[in-house]
């Protein structure tokens, strides 16, 4: 049975009123696919990208109706540019729990793409105990900011910090 628990709550969901969309309630395409077919709800491909080796061996079709776009975990502005033109489906900027400076790149998207028709989950800086800028929300909006990230109150032990420097050295040389 694919996402079972999620079917038998859909008679509670409908109770609740026009759902725009959900994200994404199961794990793999079959599943998606398989569920799609039984409910009348947008459904939104998260993790189906992220999670993937290559997204843009993904066949889709009939399993989603939305793709999601986070800028890091996609591999920058230009690769979800890409995963949106090969897919054709419309998009949804949303972050991976950023600092501003994500944030900023997350908005530095969505003001790039030619449409969009959903609203972006972009405002979770608030999530974070401490973040290094912040971007106001004022009427629902929030725009692209130029600021220094401030790391006063930020700082971690050496090991740490070794850490990350070396994971993003591996990143880089994987990038090449």
């Given at each position: 049975?694919v996402?079972g628990?999620?079917?038998?709550?859909?008679?509670?969901?409908?109770?609740?009123?026009?759902?725009?969309?959900?994200?994404?309630?199961?794990?793999?395409?079959?599943?998606?696919?398989?569920?799609?077919?039984?409910?009348?709800?947008?459904?939104?491909?998260?993790?189906?990208?992220?999670?993937?080796?290559?997204?843009?061996e993904?066949?889709?079709?009939?399993?989603?109706?939305?793709?999601?776009?986070?800028?890091?975990?996609?591999?920058?502005?230009?690769?979800?540019?890409a995963?949106?033109?090969?897919?054709k489906?419309?998009?949804?900027?949303?972050?991976?729990?950023?600092?501003?400076v994500?944030?900023?790149?997350?908005?530095?998207?969505?003001?790039?793409l030619?449409?969009?028709s959903?609203?972006?989950g972009?405002g979770?800086?608030?999530?974070?105990?401490?973040?290094v800028?912040e971007i106001?929300?004022?009427?629902?909006?929030?725009?692209?900011?130029?600021?220094e990230p401030?790391?006063?109150?930020?700082?971690?032990?050496?090991?740490?910090?070794?850490?990350?420097?070396?994971?993003?050295?591996?990143?880089?040389?994987?990038?090449?």
């Amino acid at each position: 049975m694919v996402c079972g628990a999620w079917i038998r709550q859909q008679s509670f969901l409908e109770r609740c009123g026009e759902i725009e969309y959900v994200e994404q309630p199961c794990a793999t395409v079959v599943e998606l696919r398989e569920l799609k077919s039984r409910v009348d709800v947008k459904i939104v491909g998260d993790e189906i990208l992220r999670k993937s080796k290559n997204p843009f061996e993904l066949d889709l079709d009939g399993a989603i109706d939305i793709l999601m776009l986070k800028v890091q975990p996609l591999g920058g502005i230009r690769n979800a540019h890409a995963l949106a033109a090969h897919h054709k489906l419309p998009v949804v900027v949303s972050s991976a729990l950023e600092s501003a400076v994500g944030i900023n790149y997350g908005l530095t998207l969505a003001a790039s793409l030619e449409e969009m028709s959903y609203d972006c989950g972009l405002g979770t800086g608030s999530l974070l105990a401490k973040n290094v800028a912040e971007i106001p929300i004022v009427d629902g909006k929030m725009q692209i900011q130029r600021f220094e990230p401030n790391f006063d109150g930020l700082e971690v032990s050496a090991d740490r910090f070794d850490w990350w420097k070396n994971r993003i050295m591996r990143t880089a040389a994987l990038l090449g």
